[in-house]
Structure formats: structure tokens, C-alpha cells
């Protein structure tokens, strides 16, 4: 995959970096407490505080699909006390589907490290009655405009998925954005939306508790975190990949001495066995990459998914 083929951990170590942190380091997460990337931020950072001994406080700034608080970690000062673990579409979808986007992720932002991924699980409510990703399809196909679909927010990985779905088979839903997979998960509970390709750390306790049906994952292969699970390939749409990744970044003119020690102090936590085992609870595949292999993938991430957002001609309030 070529998430995997993005990761490579190492680089010396900087003695310049090792007078910093002298206080607090903000982590900047653009979208609510309990979401995602959040719970990946407070994961790591109970034993990154640890490495680089001072605290790391996670500063939630939801809003507008991720760009507020990605805007506003873009034009932190660059003095190393404010990182952003972001996601997809603020840092890289958004430029191609907003059109005044008020930062540059690409310009704006330094890479630090690709922290992690997750395959999304896509999910549907019991008032389906469907068991199956072929039942559900075809469900989508025969009642075009009838059902709801659940997202993350205009441009996020769980809307643009939906779209390449509908697009493949040639369906039609109604899009509906939430501003976090929490509020998506209650959406479908309640009967609000019928279905969603949703986080599996918001979906599958719900999933395992009977309140909605679990059908497939959106990754190339199947997950080991979710064996039980198959992949949309298997169930005869080859081309669908939309899986969610997670990157720490950096305002522009942060030191690089700084950057690469959190690159590297980052890939160290990653490795950790009480890490690893919360990560894995998680669902979340943990990376650890270098500065320059985030980049690479960031700038291949936007080559992959422009056309897709141009061939399905989506606007910020589709």
C-alpha cells in the first residue's frame, strides 16, 4: 500500500534540538473532543510528555471541517510550543475543494510525521435489512434519493469515499455533514442517516452492540485490527481505497532541529508496547514517518485524489 511505502524512521540526532522544550507544547486537533485524531493525540502524548519532558496539552479548534483549527495552526508562531496532528482533507483535499481556503497546507505548514492510519468500516442502520455490502448496494441502486449518508465534514475521507461509491455504481444518496463522528454514529442510531463509512474507533462498539450492521472496510486489504470484516474489493468494487491518516505538522519557520526531534521522539512512542496495544484497541495503524516521507505522501495523496473531487463536482456544501 502506499501508506507503507511512504514510512521510513531514522536521522541522526540534532544536538541544537535538545535545549528544546523549555515549557508546555500545544498540540493543535481541529475537530472535537472524542473525535479521531483526538484520541490519537492523547494517546501519544501520554508518554511523548514523557520523552521530551514537558507536558503536551491537546487544544481542540473544530470547525469547518477541520480548516479552522488547521488555519490556526498554521499561522501559530514558529517557535516550537504549537504542532497540528491533522487529517486528509485540511491537508490536502480542501485545497482543491475549497476555493479560498485561508491557509496553504502545502506552503503554510512543515511536515512531521505520519503518525498513523485507520481503515474506515462502513456501516448501515438495522432499518436497512440489509447483511451484506452487495445487499446494501444494491438497496442504493434501486431507491436512488431515498436513503441519508453520514460524513465528517464536507471533503473529509468518509464524505469522499461515499462519493467514489456512488460514483462506481452509479447510486445516489443524500450527503449530510456532522462535525464529528460522534454526532455521525448518533445520526444513524437515531435513524437520521442509513448509513456511512465512519472511523472504526467510533463505530464498532456500537456495531458489536447491535445498533447498526458493520459490512466492509475501505482499505486495499483487509484489516488485522478487523479480520472479520471484508474489503469493498471483495465485494466487486476494486478501485475504492479511502482510508483515514493522521499527520503531525508544523508551522512554517519552525526550527528543523525541533521538527525532526518531535519526527523522531514521535516514531519512538509509536513503538512502545503500552503504546502499541492502546493504538491497537484504537483500531489505528501506527507509522512513524520521516518529515521528508510525509511531504512525499501529502503531495501524492493530492495527485490521487484531485480528480476524483473534480470528477464528482462536490463544493464545500454539498
Known sequence: MAIQAAIAIGGPTIAHAQAWPQRPVR???????????????????DRLSARIGQPLIVDNKPGAGGNTGTDQASKAQPDGYTFLLSVNAPLVYNTVLYKNLPYDPFKDLVPVSLAATTPNVCVVSNSMNVDSVKS?????????????FASTGNGSISHLGMELIKLKTNSFAVHIPYASSGQAVTAIIQGDVQYACLPPVAVMSQAKAGRFKALAVTSAERSDLLPELPTLREAGL????????YAYMAPKGTSSEIVQRMSREIAAVLKEPETLKRLHAA????????????????????????????????????
Request: net charge positive; no cysteine.
Open 27 to 45: 498540540i493543535v486537533v481541529p475537530f472535537a473532543a472524542g473525535s479521531s485524531p483526538d484520541i490519537l493525540a492523547r494517546i501519544v502524548n
Open 136 to 148: 446494501w448496494l444494491a438497496a442504493m441502486k434501486q431507491n436512488p434519493g431515498k436513503f441519508n
Open 238 to 245: 476494486p478501485d475504492i481505497q479511502a482510508v483515514p491518516w
Open 283 to 318: 483500531y489505528f495503524d501506527p507509522m512513524g514517518s520521516t518529515p521528508d516521507a510525509l511531504s512525499k505522501f501529502m503531495s501524492e495523496e493530492l495527485r490521487r485524489w484531485k480528480p476524483v473531487i473534480e470528477r464528482t463536482g462536490l463544493k464545500p456544501d454539498n
